[in-house]
């Protein structure tokens, strides 16, 4: 059966403050780690036929102590992270999920009500981003480029 590599590039905007981030493949965790520098991630699975997949990034760990104020309350400074190259055996799908931004739930670090907005490359918040596709990975590929 042939291989899928996932990848992709994760950095944190405040190294002092490292954030939580467990990527889930079908709900198996792949990869666990706080993340306080750019780091390179990727994993292999299995190229299943016609499946659908789902990547979740859970990020967490994040709390009022990561947002610096400014004396009116407005937030002048915050660590998030930056989840960008992502890509499906070297093929970067920047593009796609610019043109259909990823599902990202999440509740303003237990400030706020769960909302559910768009995931533009960077996590200000804990929660979860949700990549959903299919296999064969290349039909996903060429349908959606």
Known sequence: MDKINFSCIVDNTIPS???NLQILLDNAVMFKSSISSKKKISFLFD???????????????????????????????SA????????????????????SPLEYKHNYNGNGETVTGK???????NGEITLNFSTPIYLWLLENM
């Not at 190229?47 to 400014?70: A, P, Q, W």
């Not at 995931?119 to 918040?125: D, K, L, M, P, R």
């Open 17 to 19: 403050k490292p954030i």
């Open 47 to 77: 190229d299943e036929k016609n499946n659908h997949r789902e990547i979740k990034f859970l990020i967490s760990g994040k709390d009022n102590s990561y947002v610096m104020l400014d004396n009116t309350g407005n937030i002048i400074n």
């Open 80 to 99: 998030e992270l930056l989840i960008t190259n992502i890509s499906f055996n070297d093929t970067d799908i920047t593009d796609i999920i610019t043109i």
């Open 119 to 125: 995931f533009y490359n960077t996590a200000g918040c």
